[in-house]
């Protein structure tokens, strides 16, 4: 099988030369971002050979096929069945597959380590049986084809277990392993022969996962289920399993290729354990079972009884029971109700006062026709459909209150409506701008933007249900939040600055505060826009935004990326106390909290580090050291970070 990465292209014919054929006129690769430089392609017209893929410059340049690339293009000439895509060192790139094509007699595909998105027009091809997507930073499921057998997702970041219940009916093999699911439910797996589960640290529960007669190999290895609930049958069929298992079933590990298992046969259950609630299963009418391993470990499971018997008749104590509750309920209700009316009028007051009595600034037609937000139009909404409910957040500069668009809860931030400058709402266009551009699932998405005049600019961004993550740490102990838990939260705060950083776009002001948090969707970053002026202006207002600035940031000197880097060991700092960084630093003559100013001073120096307690691990302590160099340039590359994290 043959692999393509960006620096290095296997090819049946390697030319070496570099020098570039003259580009077509009508290069249908002409439109993509300058930025991508280099595409792969399988095209004959384009790479004027065979089938042999070639690499292209966006004007149809023939290029040396060592060269770097960042988009697939059409392979719709390419002759073999069979094709895999690795980035090279195992590095997440994103990459451009707007004209990525196949040919129907492609019936194996495999993308390792790059991220993309699939166009809306994209088509499968009409024969493909094999598709693998390995460590590509996914959290939710593209669309795959119906014709797959075998399927893998393996090393992504996957948590949402209902896009697994609608797999292709032909499918066999299936690999979810090393992934983000807290539980699997519901889910009918009666089809599948091999089925990967392995890795998936933060697995606690199974429920309701039906197996047919025809599973061959089951992989649970490095799991620590909680709650395993399952039916008689799939008892049966684990247990007939694990009595089967081979040495090759025991040995194999898992890899990225899922069809390596198919000579197995039994249940791999390396570094496993399984227990299950004897309470919750009793009250589910089920009883506690132990399913043996080969190697003689128990696994206690809860297994439900195929009939339940349900009473036909109350007893007169029931029935009281039953009328005293509802009344109780009924009276909760009320009194539910009458404190969500008062809470809502109070907030309804409040929103009438600051936004409906504050005095609108007003500038010269001169000062506002200098205004850029002619750039906003193609991301204008009709404010009409926004409603504001409360606010959420109180900033330096601006507000954020939840609101509902088209009945969608949204967020959405605003100036402070007092002493706005034009260069602060110049600032605010241009962050709306550059949220425009943007299409990463590690960052707060935009919805669009709203105002009747440039003062009255409103920025309409996805809701995060989870808030933000200084307030998550607060209200939490570090003994509390398990490692395992803060890896996923850092895994993507590292992936959306590695998406930042390949445009060349420096955040400015990574905290906590900015990075935003949800029960589904993960944790994003948001707040990017500040500009250098901001900056500066944020540290004399006291709101602490120093302590997570680089040294360099702080002298006002130039800078890079790594000053994002800089900041980002100082949120591994929150993630291993919890607290913000240096809250521990007192003044050893009194006890007091030592002030910002001397703190500041201490941080330009680079004459002081936060601290990091002795539960956090080595490796997470280590690489916060290396991000918090002084020197920028002794500090690693969000790409270097985002392998230590993965790896």
Same mark, same amino acid.
């Given at each position: 099988?043959?692999?393509?990465?960006?620096? #290095?292209?296997?090819?049946?014919?390697?030319?070496?030369?570099?020098?570039?054929?003259?580009?077509?006129?009508?290069?249908?690769?002409?439109?993509?971002?300058?930025?991508?430089?280099?595409? &792969?392609?399988?095209?004959?017209?384009?790479?004027?050979?065979?089938?042999?893929?070639?690499?292209?410059?966006?004007?149809?340049?023939?290029?040396? +096929?060592? !060269?770097?690339?960042?988009?697939?293009?059409?392979?719709?000439?390419?002759?073999?069945?069979? =094709?895999?895509?690795?980035?090279? +060192?195992?590095?997440?790139?994103?990459?451009?597959?707007?004209?990525?094509?196949?040919?129907?007699?492609? %019936?194996? @595909?495999?993308?390792?380590?790059?991220?993309?998105?699939?166009?809306?027009?994209?088509?499968?091809?009409?024969? @493909?049986?094999?598709?693998?997507?390995?460590?590509?930073?996914?959290?939710?499921?593209?669309h795959v084809p119906h014709t797959l057998n075998t399927?893998?997702?393996?090393?992504?970041?996957? /948590?949402?277990?209902?896009?697994?219940?609608?797999?292709?009916?032909?499918?066999?093999?299936?690999?979810?392993?090393?992934?983000?699911?807290?539980?699997?439910?519901?889910?009918?797996?009666?089809?599948?022969?091999?089925?990967?589960?392995?890795?998936?640290?933060?697995?606690?529960?199974?429920?309701?996962?039906?197996?047919?007669?025809?599973? =061959?190999?089951?992989?649970?290895?490095?799991?620590?289920?909680?709650?395993?609930?399952?039916?008689?049958?799939?008892?049966?069929?684990?247990?007939?399993?694990?009595?089967? !298992?081979?040495?090759?079933?025991?040995?194999?590990?898992?890899?990225?290729?899922?069809?390596?298992?198919?000579?197995?046969?039994?249940?791999?259950?390396?570094?496993?354990?399984?227990? *299950?609630?004897?309470?919750?299963?009793?009250?589910?009418?089920?009883?506690?079972?132990?399913?043996?391993? %080969?190697?003689?470990?128990?696994?206690?499971?809860?297994?439900?009884?195929?009939?339940?018997?349900?009473?036909?008749?109350? *007893?007169?104590?029931?029935?009281?029971? &039953?009328?005293?509750?509802?009344?109780?309920?009924?009276?909760?209700?009320?009194?539910?109700?009458?404190?969500?009316?008062? /809470?809502?009028?109070?907030?309804?007051?409040?929103?009438?006062?600051?936004?409906?009595?504050?005095? !609108?600034?007003?500038?010269?037609?001169?000062?506002?026709?200098?205004?850029?937000?002619?750039?906003?139009?193609?991301?204008?909404?009709?404010?009409?459909?926004?409603?504001?409910? /409360?606010?959420?957040?109180?900033?330096?500069?601006?507000?954020?209150?939840?609101?509902?668009?088209?009945?969608?809860?949204?967020?959405?931030?605003?100036?402070?409506?007092?002493?706005?400058?034009?260069?602060?709402?110049?600032?605010?266009?241009?962050?709306?701008?550059?949220?425009?551009?943007? +299409?990463?699932?590690?960052?707060?998405?935009?919805?669009?933007?709203?105002?009747?005049?440039?003062?009255?600019?409103?920025?309409?961004?996805?809701?995060?249900?989870?808030? +933000?993550?200084?307030?998550?740490?607060?209200?939490?102990?570090?003994?509390?939040?398990?490692?395992?838990?803060?890896?996923?939260?850092?895994?993507? &705060?590292?992936?959306?600055?590695?998406?930042?950083?390949?445009?060349?776009?420096?955040?400015?002001?990574?905290?906590?505060?900015?990075?935003?948090?949800?029960?589904? /969707?993960?944790?994003? @970053?948001?707040?990017?826009?500040?500009?250098?002026?901001?900056?500066?202006?944020?540290?004399?207002?006291?709101?602490?935004?120093? =302590?997570?600035?680089?040294?360099e940031v702080i002298q006002d000197l130039h800078y890079? #990326?790594?000053?994002?880097?800089? *900041?980002?060991?100082?949120?591994?700092?929150?993630?291993?106390?919890?607290?913000?960084?240096?809250?521990?630093?007192?003044?050893?003559?009194?006890?007091?909290?030592?002030?910002?100013?001397?703190?500041?001073?201490?941080?330009?120096?680079?004459?002081?580090?936060?601290?990091?307690?002795?539960?956090?691990?080595?490796?997470?302590?280590?690489?916060?050291?290396?991000?918090?160099? #002084?020197?920028?340039?002794? =500090?690693?590359?969000?790409?270097?970070? *985002?392998? #230590?994290?993965?790896?």
């Amino acid at each position: 099988m043959a692999i393509f990465s960006p620096s #290095v292209l296997v090819a049946l014919t390697v030319a070496t030369s570099t020098a570039a054929l003259p580009s077509s006129t009508t290069c249908p690769y002409s439109t993509l971002p300058r930025a991508l430089e280099a595409i &792969i392609v399988a095209d004959v017209k384009q790479c004027q050979r065979n089938v042999t893929p070639c690499i292209l410059s966006l004007d149809c340049a023939r290029l040396s +096929d060592g !060269t770097p690339w960042l988009a697939i293009g059409s392979f719709m000439d390419f002759g073999e069945t069979h =094709r895999t895509f690795e980035a090279d +060192d195992d590095i997440i790139t994103p990459i451009n597959v707007d004209y990525m094509a196949f040919s129907d007699i492609m %019936s194996s @595909l495999s993308f390792a380590f790059f991220n993309f998105s699939l166009p809306r027009n994209f088509t499968w091809p009409s024969k @493909l049986a094999q598709l693998n997507f390995t460590g590509n930073g996914l959290s939710a499921m593209p669309h795959v084809p119906h014709t797959l057998n075998t399927l893998s997702f393996h090393g992504n970041l996957l /948590k949402n277990y209902t896009e697994l219940q609608t797999l292709p009916p032909p499918l066999e093999a299936l690999d979810i392993g090393g992934n983000a699911y807290k539980e699997l439910l519901h889910l009918n797996f009666s089809n599948l022969t091999t089925l990967h589960l392995h890795n998936n640290y933060l697995l606690t529960r199974l429920e309701n996962i039906t197996f047919g007669n025809q599973l =061959r190999y089951l992989d649970l290895s490095n799991l620590a289920l909680a709650n395993w609930i399952m039916d008689f049958e799939t008892f049966k069929i684990l247990g007939n399993l694990l009595n089967t !298992t081979t040495n090759n079933a025991t040995k194999n590990t898992g890899t990225r290729n899922i069809s390596s298992s198919s000579s197995s046969v039994g249940v791999m259950t390396k570094n496993t354990t399984i227990s *299950s609630n004897a309470t919750e299963c009793q009250l589910r009418s089920g009883q506690i079972q132990t399913l043996t391993s %080969s190697q003689g470990n128990p696994y206690t499971v809860c297994v439900i009884n195929e009939i339940i018997i349900i009473q036909s008749a109350l *007893s007169t104590g029931a029935i009281i029971g &039953i009328v005293c509750g509802a009344i109780a309920l009924a009276t909760a209700i009320g009194v539910a109700v009458f404190i969500v009316m008062r /809470k809502r009028q109070k907030e309804w007051e409040e929103m009438t006062q600051t936004y409906g009595m504050s005095a !609108t600034p007003t500038w010269s037609s001169g000062e506002e026709n200098a205004l850029t937000i002619q750039d906003l139009a193609l991301v204008k909404l009709d404010e009409t459909d926004l409603v504001l409910q /409360k606010k959420l957040g109180h900033g330096a500069f601006a507000d954020v209150w939840l609101a509902s668009f088209h009945g969608k809860s949204v967020a959405v931030k605003m100036l402070h409506r007092s002493n706005v400058s034009i260069k602060q709402l110049q600032s605010f266009i241009d962050e709306i701008k550059l949220m425009s551009s943007f +299409d990463c699932q590690y960052i707060v998405k935009l919805v669009g933007a709203t105002w009747a005049r440039p003062s009255d600019l409103k920025c309409i961004m996805e809701y995060m249900n989870g808030g +933000d993550l200084r307030d998550y740490l607060a209200r939490t102990r570090p003994a509390d939040v398990t490692w395992m838990d803060k890896y996923a939260h850092i895994h993507n &705060i590292v992936e959306g600055l590695v998406y930042l950083h390949s445009l060349g776009v420096i955040h400015r002001d990574l905290k906590s505060r900015n990075i935003l948090l949800d029960s589904t /969707k993960g944790t994003k @970053l948001t707040d990017f826009g500040i500009s250098k002026e901001d900056l500066q202006e944020t540290m004399t207002m006291g709101v602490g935004t120093f =302590r997570w600035m680089a040294p360099e940031v702080i002298q006002d000197l130039h800078y890079t #990326v790594s000053a994002d880097m800089y *900041s980002f060991g100082m949120v591994l700092s929150e993630f291993a106390t919890h607290h913000v960084p240096y809250d521990d630093l007192k003044n050893p003559v009194n006890g007091q909290p030592v002030p910002d100013s001397a703190i500041m001073i201490k941080v330009a120096s680079g004459t002081i580090k936060p601290t990091f307690n002795s539960e956090c691990p080595k490796w997470i302590v280590d690489l916060a050291m290396q991000c918090l160099s #002084v020197n920028p340039d002794e =500090r690693p590359t969000a790409n270097q970070v *985002s392998h #230590v994290v993965r790896t």
